[in-house]
């Protein structure tokens, strides 16, 4: 097994990104949010509703 350092593993993943045609990191898609328990899904909407009376963008985008 060849070792190869973390600065190679990200080049390797990059230039990979770069073949699909992928770039940034917006490239996963968010979790649908289908089988989500009702307890986590209160939670994320507080989480919003408390970043926008901040008058703040939430950290992340969630299906509810």
Not at 30 to 38: F, I, K, L, Y
Request: zero cysteines.
């Amino acid at each position: 097994m060849r070792e190869i350092t973390i600065e190679e593993l990200a080049a390797k993943v990059s230039q990979k990104k770069a073949e699909m045609g992928y770039s940034g990191g917006g490239f996963v898609q968010p979790n649908s949010g289908r089988r989500r328990t009702e307890s986590k899904r209160a939670l994320l909407r507080n989480i919003a509703a408390a970043a926008l009376e901040r008058g703040e963008e939430p950290p992340f985008k969630a299906n509810y």
